[in-house]
Protein backbone atom coordinates (compact mmCIF):
# COMPACT_ATOMS: atom_id res chain seq x y z
CA UNK A 1 0.00 0.00 0.00
CA UNK A 2 2.91 2.47 1.13
CA UNK A 3 4.49 2.53 -2.67
CA UNK A 4 1.13 3.13 -4.23
CA UNK A 5 0.46 6.02 -2.04
CA UNK A 6 4.00 7.70 -2.56
CA UNK A 7 2.49 7.68 -6.18
CA UNK A 8 -1.36 8.20 -6.21
CA UNK A 9 -1.26 11.08 -3.34
CA UNK A 10 -0.47 14.28 -4.09
CA UNK A 11 1.74 16.45 -2.31
CA UNK A 12 -0.59 18.80 -1.04
CA UNK A 13 -3.15 16.62 -0.11
CA UNK A 14 -3.73 16.09 4.06
CA UNK A 15 -0.59 18.70 4.58
CA UNK A 16 -3.05 21.17 5.60
CA UNK A 17 -4.51 19.12 8.29
CA UNK A 18 -2.53 15.70 8.97
CA UNK A 19 0.82 17.20 9.50
CA UNK A 20 0.04 18.52 12.99
CA UNK A 21 -2.92 15.52 13.79
CA UNK A 22 -2.88 13.81 16.58
CA UNK A 23 -3.60 14.38 20.25
CA UNK A 24 0.21 15.94 20.64
CA UNK A 25 -0.18 18.65 18.15
CA UNK A 26 1.02 21.45 20.65
CA UNK A 27 5.04 20.75 19.57
CA UNK A 28 4.24 20.30 16.04
CA UNK A 29 2.23 23.63 15.96
CA UNK A 30 4.04 26.13 17.78
CA UNK A 31 7.42 25.09 15.82
CA UNK A 32 5.85 25.73 12.19
CA UNK A 33 5.09 28.99 13.71
CA UNK A 34 0.88 29.33 13.35
CA UNK A 35 0.95 30.51 16.87
CA UNK A 36 3.23 33.52 16.98
CA UNK A 37 2.36 34.47 20.35
CA UNK A 38 1.60 32.59 24.14
CA UNK A 39 -2.31 32.65 25.35
CA UNK A 40 -3.61 36.63 25.23
CA UNK A 41 -5.99 37.69 27.33
CA UNK A 42 -7.24 40.45 24.76
CA UNK A 43 -7.89 38.64 22.44
CA UNK A 44 -11.60 37.23 21.60
CA UNK A 45 -13.74 34.45 20.34
CA UNK A 46 -13.53 36.86 16.62
CA UNK A 47 -10.30 35.59 16.34
CA UNK A 48 -10.98 32.31 16.48
CA UNK A 49 -9.48 30.03 12.83
CA UNK A 50 -12.50 27.93 13.54
CA UNK A 51 -15.07 30.40 12.68
CA UNK A 52 -13.49 30.41 8.96
CA UNK A 53 -15.72 27.71 7.88
CA UNK A 54 -15.01 28.39 4.12
CA UNK A 55 -11.71 27.18 4.92
CA UNK A 56 -12.73 24.33 7.14
CA UNK A 57 -14.37 23.65 4.26
CA UNK A 58 -11.44 23.40 1.76
CA UNK A 59 -9.35 22.04 3.84
CA UNK A 60 -12.03 18.93 4.40
CA UNK A 61 -11.87 18.86 0.74
CA UNK A 62 -8.73 18.54 0.42
CA UNK A 63 -7.95 15.58 2.99
CA UNK A 64 -11.44 14.19 1.15
CA UNK A 65 -9.41 13.97 -2.60
CA UNK A 66 -7.03 11.95 -0.80
CA UNK A 67 -8.86 9.76 1.07
CA UNK A 68 -11.04 9.17 -1.71
CA UNK A 69 -7.73 8.06 -3.60
CA UNK A 70 -6.94 6.01 -0.99
CA UNK A 71 -10.27 4.16 -0.42
CA UNK A 72 -10.30 3.54 -3.61
CA UNK A 73 -7.35 1.55 -3.54
CA UNK A 74 -8.63 -0.65 -0.55
CA UNK A 75 -12.35 -1.16 -1.26
CA UNK A 76 -13.16 -0.07 -4.89
CA UNK A 77 -14.31 3.12 -6.41
CA UNK A 78 -18.26 2.59 -5.63
CA UNK A 79 -17.62 2.35 -1.65
CA UNK A 80 -14.91 4.91 -1.88
CA UNK A 81 -17.13 7.64 -3.55
CA UNK A 82 -20.38 6.76 -1.37
CA UNK A 83 -17.81 7.00 1.73
CA UNK A 84 -16.12 10.29 0.63
CA UNK A 85 -19.99 11.68 -0.46
CA UNK A 86 -21.35 11.03 2.87
CA UNK A 87 -18.36 12.65 4.64
CA UNK A 88 -18.66 15.78 2.58
CA UNK A 89 -22.25 16.20 4.09
CA UNK A 90 -21.34 14.99 7.41
CA UNK A 91 -18.56 17.80 7.29
CA UNK A 92 -20.72 20.32 6.23
CA UNK A 93 -23.78 19.64 9.23
CA UNK A 94 -20.41 19.65 11.86
CA UNK A 95 -19.01 22.93 10.87
CA UNK A 96 -21.68 25.08 12.46
CA UNK A 97 -21.42 23.16 15.89
CA UNK A 98 -17.61 23.51 16.70
CA UNK A 99 -17.23 24.03 20.54
CA UNK A 100 -15.46 26.91 21.81
CA UNK A 101 -12.01 26.48 22.90
CA UNK A 102 -11.00 30.41 23.30
CA UNK A 103 -10.44 31.42 19.89
CA UNK A 104 -6.96 32.59 19.51
CA UNK A 105 -5.87 32.86 22.65
CA UNK A 106 -5.30 28.57 22.75
CA UNK A 107 -2.04 28.25 20.82
CA UNK A 108 -3.38 24.46 19.54
CA UNK A 109 -6.57 25.40 18.29
CA UNK A 110 -5.51 24.95 15.08
CA UNK A 111 -5.32 21.21 15.83
CA UNK A 112 -8.97 20.42 16.40
CA UNK A 113 -10.65 20.16 13.15
CA UNK A 114 -8.91 16.60 12.58
CA UNK A 115 -11.79 15.74 15.38
CA UNK A 116 -14.52 16.93 12.77
CA UNK A 117 -12.86 15.21 10.24
CA UNK A 118 -12.76 11.33 12.14
CA UNK A 119 -16.22 12.05 13.29
CA UNK A 120 -17.16 13.00 9.16
CA UNK A 121 -15.25 9.57 8.25
CA UNK A 122 -16.16 7.33 11.50
CA UNK A 123 -20.24 7.16 10.50
CA UNK A 124 -20.24 6.45 6.62
CA UNK A 125 -17.16 4.20 6.65
CA UNK A 126 -19.08 2.06 9.99
CA UNK A 127 -22.13 2.08 7.78
CA UNK A 128 -19.90 0.39 4.54
CA UNK A 129 -18.88 -2.16 7.49
CA UNK A 130 -15.30 -0.46 8.21
CA UNK A 131 -14.30 -0.28 11.32
CA UNK A 132 -12.62 2.53 13.76
CA UNK A 133 -8.80 0.81 13.24
CA UNK A 134 -9.76 0.79 9.35
CA UNK A 135 -10.34 4.48 9.72
CA UNK A 136 -7.03 5.26 11.84
CA UNK A 137 -5.05 3.32 9.42
CA UNK A 138 -6.06 4.89 6.38
CA UNK A 139 -5.32 8.39 8.36
CA UNK A 140 -2.02 6.85 9.72
CA UNK A 141 -0.68 5.95 6.22
CA UNK A 142 -1.79 8.88 4.92
CA UNK A 143 -0.10 10.97 7.35
CA UNK A 144 2.89 8.67 7.25
CA UNK A 145 3.48 8.89 3.55
CA UNK A 146 3.04 13.36 3.86
CA UNK A 147 6.06 13.05 6.08
CA UNK A 148 7.95 10.73 3.88
CA UNK A 149 7.43 13.71 1.42
CA UNK A 150 8.95 16.10 3.68
CA UNK A 151 12.72 16.83 3.50
CA UNK A 152 14.58 15.18 6.39
CA UNK A 153 16.47 18.16 6.67
CA UNK A 154 13.22 20.62 7.19
CA UNK A 155 11.87 17.75 9.69
CA UNK A 156 14.76 18.28 11.52
CA UNK A 157 15.02 21.88 12.05
CA UNK A 158 11.54 22.06 12.77
CA UNK A 159 12.21 19.51 15.64
CA UNK A 160 15.06 21.28 16.61
CA UNK A 161 12.85 24.43 17.70
CA UNK A 162 10.48 22.74 19.99
CA UNK A 163 13.39 22.61 22.31
CA UNK A 164 14.55 26.33 22.01
CA UNK A 165 13.54 28.18 25.59
CA UNK A 166 11.29 30.44 23.73
CA UNK A 167 9.20 27.40 23.30
CA UNK A 168 9.83 26.09 26.68
CA UNK A 169 7.92 28.64 27.94
CA UNK A 170 5.05 29.37 25.50
CA UNK A 171 4.34 25.99 26.66
CA UNK A 172 4.65 26.59 30.09
CA UNK A 173 2.23 29.38 29.75
CA UNK A 174 -0.37 27.97 27.62
CA UNK A 175 -0.50 24.71 29.95
CA UNK A 176 -1.07 27.21 33.17
CA UNK A 177 -3.65 28.92 30.90
CA UNK A 178 -5.56 25.76 30.33
CA UNK A 179 -5.79 25.20 33.97
CA UNK A 180 -8.24 28.18 34.34
CA UNK A 181 -10.45 25.71 32.88
CA UNK A 182 -12.52 28.62 30.94
CA UNK A 183 -13.87 26.72 28.38
CA UNK A 184 -15.21 23.16 29.05
CA UNK A 185 -14.54 21.62 25.78
CA UNK A 186 -11.05 22.49 25.96
CA UNK A 187 -7.83 20.99 26.54
CA UNK A 188 -6.23 20.87 30.17
CA UNK A 189 -2.93 20.72 30.60
CA UNK A 190 0.33 20.68 33.30
CA UNK A 191 3.63 21.21 32.37
CA UNK A 192 6.12 18.54 33.04
CA UNK A 193 9.88 20.26 33.28
CA UNK A 194 13.02 18.18 32.12
CA UNK A 195 14.74 15.60 34.27
CA UNK A 196 18.33 15.71 32.95
CA UNK A 197 18.63 12.37 31.94
CA UNK A 198 15.59 11.36 29.49
CA UNK A 199 12.86 14.05 29.33
CA UNK A 200 13.76 17.62 28.37
CA UNK A 201 10.57 18.53 29.24
CA UNK A 202 6.73 16.49 28.84
CA UNK A 203 3.13 17.96 29.23
CA UNK A 204 0.07 16.13 30.85
CA UNK A 205 -3.53 16.23 29.77
CA UNK A 206 -5.76 15.27 31.46
CA UNK A 207 -8.64 16.68 29.75
CA UNK A 208 -8.26 16.46 25.79
CA UNK A 209 -10.69 18.07 23.10
CA UNK A 210 -10.06 15.95 20.32
CA UNK A 211 -10.94 12.87 22.56
CA UNK A 212 -13.84 14.88 24.14
CA UNK A 213 -15.42 16.25 20.97
CA UNK A 214 -15.21 12.38 19.55
CA UNK A 215 -16.89 10.72 22.82
CA UNK A 216 -19.45 13.15 22.06
CA UNK A 217 -20.21 12.44 18.56
CA UNK A 218 -19.98 8.75 19.43
CA UNK A 219 -16.98 8.20 17.61
CA UNK A 220 -14.84 7.33 21.03
CA UNK A 221 -13.71 4.16 19.41
CA UNK A 222 -11.73 6.14 16.93
CA UNK A 223 -9.53 8.18 19.56
CA UNK A 224 -6.94 5.51 20.20
CA UNK A 225 -5.57 5.79 16.98
CA UNK A 226 -5.75 9.29 16.48
CA UNK A 227 -3.00 9.33 19.19
CA UNK A 228 -0.97 7.07 16.96
CA UNK A 229 0.22 9.76 14.60
CA UNK A 230 2.21 11.56 17.71
CA UNK A 231 4.50 8.86 17.17
CA UNK A 232 5.45 9.02 13.57
CA UNK A 233 5.34 12.63 13.38
CA UNK A 234 8.03 12.81 16.76
CA UNK A 235 10.47 9.93 14.96
CA UNK A 236 10.40 11.83 11.71
CA UNK A 237 11.28 14.76 13.86
CA UNK A 238 13.55 13.83 16.04
CA UNK A 239 11.55 15.04 19.22
CA UNK A 240 11.94 11.63 20.78
CA UNK A 241 8.58 11.22 21.96
CA UNK A 242 7.86 8.29 25.05
CA UNK A 243 4.00 8.20 26.20
CA UNK A 244 2.84 5.51 28.67
CA UNK A 245 -0.90 6.80 28.96
CA UNK A 246 -3.66 8.45 27.14
CA UNK A 247 -7.08 9.42 27.59
CA UNK A 248 -8.08 7.82 24.77
CA UNK A 249 -7.76 4.65 26.17
CA UNK A 250 -9.24 5.28 29.36
CA UNK A 251 -6.38 6.36 31.68
CA UNK A 252 -6.11 9.23 33.71
CA UNK A 253 -3.71 11.50 31.53
CA UNK A 254 -1.73 11.49 28.40
CA UNK A 255 1.86 11.57 29.44
CA UNK A 256 4.11 13.02 26.67
CA UNK A 257 7.43 13.16 27.81
CA UNK A 258 10.43 14.56 25.02
CA UNK A 259 13.94 14.12 24.86
CA UNK A 260 16.00 15.56 21.42
CA UNK A 261 17.23 13.00 19.19
CA UNK A 262 15.77 9.83 21.61
CA UNK A 263 14.58 7.23 19.04
CA UNK A 264 11.12 6.38 19.15
CA UNK A 265 10.41 3.08 19.58
CA UNK A 266 6.73 3.12 19.54
CA UNK A 267 4.69 2.93 16.49
CA UNK A 268 1.25 1.68 14.89
CA UNK A 269 3.31 -1.75 15.54
CA UNK A 270 3.51 -1.42 18.31
CA UNK A 271 0.64 -0.13 19.75
CA UNK A 272 -2.01 -1.77 18.06
CA UNK A 273 -1.77 -5.43 19.76
CA UNK A 274 -2.42 -3.03 23.35
CA UNK A 275 -5.47 -1.41 21.75
CA UNK A 276 -7.06 -4.17 20.44
CA UNK A 277 -6.37 -6.01 23.95
CA UNK A 278 -8.54 -3.27 26.01
CA UNK A 279 -10.84 -2.68 23.55
CA UNK A 280 -11.81 -6.82 23.67
CA UNK A 281 -11.39 -6.23 27.59
CA UNK A 282 -14.35 -3.80 27.06
CA UNK A 283 -16.19 -5.45 25.46
CA UNK A 284 -15.63 -8.14 27.94
Known amino acids: MKNILEEKISRRLFFKCLLTCGCGCLASRLALGDSQNPPNESKTVTDNPLADRAMLLKTFEDTNDGALQYMTQAYGLDV????????????EALLPLIPDLGGARNIVIRDFPVALWYVAYFRPMKAHGKTAEELGKMIYDLFETKLRQMPEAARRSEGAKLFL??????????????????????????????????????????????????????????????????FIRSRAYGTGLRRTKTLAQGDDRCDFRYKKNYPVTQDWHTEIPVIRKRMAERID
Not at 80 to 91: L, V
Not at 179 to 186: D, S, T
Request: overall charge negative.
Open 80 to 91: ARGIAEEAKRQI
Open 165 to 230: PEHVDKLREWARWTQKREYPANWVASFVPGNGTDCDYGYDYTECAIVNYLKAHGADEVAPYVCLND
